[in-house]
């Protein structure tokens, strides 16, 4: 038995298609502006597949590079520009950050309704109350992409490796919405190989090569790979690879493909996002009696 392969780009399509259509009925084109610090290769490889995304779907995007020795005061007044900037619709600060400049400091500064990655403390707390507004990209894109393939989430026993604040938490929030039953795992959880073959739904998010081997996977189960991880094959060269090793698409029903699965519907819902920010901010403008709230 072989898996079936749950491509990421035909659901990217689609979403993307709809983020464009969506995008036509602004009076302007909603426009991304990513900010990063540094020059870390992979970053730079990232932010440059979501700019060229962004002008494939007719959105505008513009690219922020600070030196890696950025001051945190200057990546603030940065963000303060951004802000009161009304031609800018969503601002996306690319992860992790020097070590000189605080995260918090600097995912606090960012206009909640401007903020397409959904860290703002306030769009998390909107997530955990139920009413999501701007959410994390890799998490809202893999319910898409879950939906998109008829994935049955409501009822599902899901079980998500990895507990950080980019990928795991906000993924156990989603799924919790969409009415699975969810437990989250992390490193200190004792016999992880027992708890994740209960899952109908199971989730690897946590950054190591291979770590969910067949014998971890319940039979049938539906597998996200979220894990990308470079690591030097055996002609050489580096290779992208995900957290599920290879075998065990002799044992799950669906599996999400490392490269072209879980990171085309990240780009995909970042653009979404951009395209829900520029209308929150239109709905805000077009009635000024509601401005200074924060409008769903
Ligand atoms: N495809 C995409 O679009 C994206 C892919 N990624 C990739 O996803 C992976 C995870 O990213 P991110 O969430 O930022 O990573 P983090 O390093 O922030 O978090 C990893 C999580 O996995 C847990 N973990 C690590 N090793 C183990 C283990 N052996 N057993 C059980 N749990 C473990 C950690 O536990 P603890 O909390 O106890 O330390 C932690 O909660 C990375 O490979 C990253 O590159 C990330 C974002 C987008
Ligand atoms: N503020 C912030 N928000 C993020 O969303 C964020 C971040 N910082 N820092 C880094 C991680 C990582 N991330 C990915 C995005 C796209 C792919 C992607 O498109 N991957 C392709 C392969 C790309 C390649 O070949 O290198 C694929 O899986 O097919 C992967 C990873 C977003 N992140």
């Known amino acids: ?76 007044a940065l963000i303060d520009t951004l802000n009161r900037d009304d031609d800018v619709s969503g601002i996306l600060v690319q992860l992790p950050l020097p070590a000189q400049i605080a995260e918090a400091a600097v995912l606090h500064a960012i206009d909640p309704r401007k903020d397409v990655d959904g860290f703002h403390p306030l769009n998390v707390g909107e997530l955990w109350a139920g009413r999501p507004a701007l959410t994390p990209c890799t998490p809202a894109g893999i319910m898409y992409l879950l939906e998109h393939y008829g994935v049955a989430v409501a009822g599902a026993r899901a079980v998500i490796v990895g507990r950080s604040h980019l990928v795991g938490r906000p993924l156990a929030a989603l799924l919790l919405l969409g009415d699975a039953t969810v437990t989250v795992c992390h490193s200190r959880t004792r016999d992880l190989g027992r708890v994740t073959r209960e899952a109908e739904l199971l989730v690897a998010a946590a950054g190591s090569p291979g770590l969910v081997t067949p014998e ?81």
């Open 1 to 76: 038995m072989s898996a079936r392969v749950l491509a990421g780009p035909p659901a990217a399509a689609a979403l993307l298609a709809d983020a464009a259509a969506r995008a036509g009925r602004l009076p302007t084109s909603p426009h991304l502006v990513i900010v990063c610090v540094g020059d870390d290769p992979a970053s730079r490889s990232y932010v440059r597949g979501k700019s060229r995304k962004a002008g494939e779907v007719g959105l505008r995007s513009t690219v922020h590079a600070l030196p890696e020795s950025a001051t945190q005061a200057e990546l603030l």
């Open 216 to 296: 971890m996977v319940r039979p049938g189960a539906t597998v996200i790979d979220v894990g990308i991880n470079r690591v030097l094959g055996a002609d050489g060269k580096g290779h992208l690879v995900g957290d599920v090793h290879p075998d065990v698409a002799g044992v799950a029903g669906a599996l999400t493909p490392v490269p072209g699965g879980v990171g085309p519907m990240t780009v995909a819902q970042l653009l979404a996002n951009t395209v829900r920010a520029a209308e929150l901010q239109h709905a805000t403008r077009a009635h000024p009696e509601v401005a200074g709230e924060f409008v769903r």
